[in-house]
Structure formats: C-alpha cells, structure tokens
C-alpha cells in the first residue's frame, strides 16, 4: 500500500466530482484507491501503483507551483502516463499549453499530439497523419495563432483541396467564394475558436490570415509565413508537389489529413499517399501518426474509429 499526500487546494481537481477522476485511475491502473483526508491510499501491483503515484505526485506538484488544473487535464494525466510511463507531466502542461489571444489554454491530451506540437516548432515541414477527432488541424491552428501572435511569422496561410465527397461544386450556388467556403468552414471555425471575431475580420481583411483552396497557391511562393494544408488525402499528386515547392525562407508548413477518407474520383493517386513514400526519408521533415488513442471528440468516436480500422483490416482494404 502507498500513501499519498494531496495539497489541500488541489483535493477537489485532483479527485473530481464524485470521486470520479480516483474511479478512472483505478479502472486505468488496475488499483484500489482509497481516501483518508488529504492523503491517497493505493493497494495494487507495484508498478501500477507507481504509475498512480507519477500522476498524483506530478500534478500536487503543479498545484503546489500555482498551476490552474482543471479536473479534464487530470484524466488527460492518467491517460499520458497509461501510454508512456517516463512521460514528465511537468512539461506536458508547462510547456504544451498554448495561450491563443487569451480565449483559451489549449493543450496537447496524448504523447502523440504532444510530439506533434514538438515537431512543428522544430521542423519547417510536418506532416500530421491519422483518423478524425485527433487534433491534427486544431494543434495546428493553434500553434499558427501562436506563432504569429509571437510575431515568428508574419502570416498566416489556411489551404484545402475543393472536392467533394459525392458532390458536385458546380451544382452549388453563388459564385466562385461562396462554392469553396463550404470546404473552408472547418478552418474557420477552429480559427474562431482561437481569435475573437473582430480580430479575424481585421487580420483577414489585412491579408494576415487567409483561407484559400489549394489551387490558390500555384505560382506563389510563401516566405515567411505559416502554411496549413488540411484535408491533404484529397489533393493529386500534382497538387501536394506544388504546394510542398511553394515553401519560402521564414515558412512552416503543416500537412494534415486521413488515408482513409479519400475523396478523389477512383484512380487518382492522393498526394498525401504519395508524398508519405517519397519525402519521408528527407531530412527535416517530419511525420506524426495518430491513431485511435489521439481521438479526443466523444468516446463513442473512438471506438467508432477503432471500429472502421477493424472492418477495413477484415476486408483487406489499405487502413
């Protein structure tokens, strides 16, 4: 059995409504937990019990310090450390959060996602790969605003392929902005989410912040500047080539997209697909793998995921 001392100040977090952050760790670590004033009594196997004891001692630690935690950063704790014991939640929470405009704290809630924002403060090119509901273009857009609230670029870029999944864009109505900005709305809604409203209206009026499909970019090249291409499965090959050579001094790029929501008629080769074999090897760009663990929509969306990779597996489709 292992003891542990909760700070005063961090009980009602730490523990949860009803207990319910101690129920998941238990369920999470095969433990029994018990509680007797401030401190934590756990009885389990060992090495669960120090797994519970990281978590527990990690984020008193944080409390202790003045970090505000609120009671989802501490399931978002358990599941860290369920996936890589070694993981310093210290870190995670200092260094991951990113304050974007004062909105909102928005940090990474898996190790996947917290190698994704590493590797694009690192890398001028990051490929961001994986299932729905994993944070690949929101991380994305976060770490954009920050970058150029921190005045490390002086732009920012939002691009998407037009395709579309059973449509026709010449079918819907308006002129030539209001048929793509159905394909761009996903973008400008985590932009929103990031910016308050006057803000994104001045800095897309300026040219700061534009959102533009992919077509958009031929013929340019973008210096200094942060580039978003989202929804990458579905640009041809021809199409992510002259994306990837647009990239100027002072850029970053990030590439999202999902190889099992390809939307291009049947035939055609998805740039994403190709790109993954033939820049993969190059030196300074990197690629992050999301996987069903990194969903962080509804639970229900997990195991839908985990659902279609294992009808997809049956089948003998390319998962």
Do not use: C, W
């Amino acid at each position: 059995m292992k003891r542990i001392t909760v700070p005063e100040e961090g009980i009602e977090t730490l523990f949860g409504s009803y207990d319910e952050n101690l129920k998941r760790l238990e369920s999470l670590f095969s433990v029994k937990i018990r509680t007797q004033g401030s401190d934590l009594l756990i009885e389990g196997g060992p090495a669960n019990v120090d797994k519970v004891d990281r978590v527990i001692s990690q984020l008193a630690s944080l409390i202790r310090d003045g970090f505000k935690l609120t009671i989802a950063d501490v399931k978002i704790a358990g599941d860290l450390v369920a996936q890589d014991t070694l993981v310093d939640l210290r870190d995670h929470f200092l260094k991951g959060s990113l304050t974007a405009a004062g909105k909102k704290r928005v940090a990474p809630k898996t190790v996947n996602q917290r190698r994704y924002l590493d590797a694009i403060e690192n890398h001028d090119i990051v490929f961001g790969v994986g299932p729905a509901g994993t944070g690949k273009t929101y991380l994305a857009m976060a770490q954009a605003v920050a970058f150029l609230l921190a005045k490390k670029v002086s732009r920012i870029i939002l691009a998407r392929p037009a395709v579309e999944a059973g449509e026709k864009l010449g079918f819907l109505p308006g002129d030539m902005q209001e048929k793509v900005n159905p394909y761009l709305r996903p973008l400008y809604d985590a932009l929103y989410d990031m910016l308050d409203t006057e803000r994104v209206t001045r800095y897309i009026e300026r040219g700061t912040i534009e959102i533009a499909p992919i077509a958009f970019m031929r013929g340019r090249t973008l210096n200094d500047a942060f580039v978003i291409l989202d929804e990458a499965q579905n640009t041809t090959s021809e199409q992510m080539k002259m994306f990837l050579t647009r990239l100027g001094f002072g850029a970053k790029a990030v590439i999202t997209g999902d190889i099992t929501q390809i939307d291009l008629p049947q035939g055609r080769m998805s740039g994403l697909v190709e790109a993954m074999k033939v820049v993969g090897s190059i030196e300074g760009i990197e690629f992050v793998q999301f996987d069903d663990r990194d969903v962080v929509r509804h639970k229900l969306v997990q195991a839908i995921v985990k659902a279609y990779e294992a009808h997809s597996t049956a089948n003998g489709k390319h998962a």
